[in-house]
């Protein structure tokens, strides 16, 4: 089992750059979250997907922010334009168990480190 | 929010002592779960206790949760270097808030050989 792999694990950019992440869950799994993790505000759920479909986006800090899910096997979050205050590490996570109220739990890749400077 | 808050912040001790760490949370859960990050990496689930469970086992691993005062320690026994990491409590309340899990702060341990 691949677990949950994420790109670029790295990622340096200039402001005002677009920026795209992208994630393969665990296959058969059903669901899909973004998170963000800062030293400042922890871990921080921005969206999350239930077979494709985006369930909860309450999370995304503006309009800079967008995610897709095109696929079961791929996602993007996409920043555009980048700011210096988006650096951070951007982890993907999937959850497999199907039907709900899901209590199960969350599988996560290695993250992105991204820097805008 | 629903957030849950760790306790300590940061616990240093000497390999093969036991570290406790602490999380409170302001609403009902379904489920409290447990999560260690080493550094640079995702995080792994540790440990799932349901909200009508008290205690839970797994190795070294001992979860307990007292839903009438919102709380829920992690102890690991006979700690070891290798635990050094940072561990995340995450709360799950599906029915108001779907299926999200919302994490703490964290407690970053560090294991002295």
């Known amino acids: 089992d691949a677990g949950v792999i994420q790109s670029p694990r790295h990622e340096v950019t200039e402001m005002g750059q677009e920026v795209t992440l992208r994630c393969k869950p665990i296959?058969?799994?059903?669901?899909l979250f973004w998170y963000r993790q800062t030293m400042m505000r922890g871990l921080e759920l921005l969206i999350y997907?239930?077979?494709?479909?985006?369930?909860?986006d309450s999370g995304m800090p503006e309009d800079r922010f967008s995610a897709k899910m095109p696929n079961a096997s791929f996602s993007t979050l996409k920043i555009q334009p980048s700011e210096p205050r988006d650096s951070a590490v951007y982890f993907c996570?999937?959850?497999?168990?199907?039907?709900?109220?899901?209590?199960?739990?969350?599988?996560f890749g290695e993250g992105s480190r991204l820097t805008v400077l | 929010s629903q957030q849950g808050e760790e306790d300590p912040q940061a616990l240093s001790i000497q390999e093969g002592e036991n570290a406790t760490m602490n999380c409170s949370y302001k609403?009902?859960?379904?489920?409290l779960q447990w999560y260690r990050q080493n550094s640079g990496r995702g995080l792994v689930h540790l440990i799932l206790?349901?909200?009508?469970?008290r205690e839970k086992h797994s190795g070294r691993l001992r979860v307990t949760l007292d839903t009438s005062k919102k709380s829920s320690s992690l102890l690991i026994t006979a700690s070891r270097a290798a635990d050094t990491a940072s561990y995340f409590c995450?709360?799950?309340?599906?029915?108001?808030?779907?299926?999200?899990?919302?994490f703490g702060a964290g407690t970053i341990l560090r294991v002295k050989s």
């Open positions: 609403t009902s859960i379904n489920n």
């Open positions: 206790i349901r909200s009508n469970e």
């Open positions: 996570a999937s959850s497999g168990l199907a039907g709900g109220p899901h209590t199960g739990e969350l599988f």
């Open positions: 997907f239930n077979n494709n479909v985006p369930i909860d």
């Open positions: 995450a709360t799950h309340r599906w029915r108001e808030y779907g299926n999200k899990l919302v």
């Open positions: 296959s058969g799994h059903d669901y």
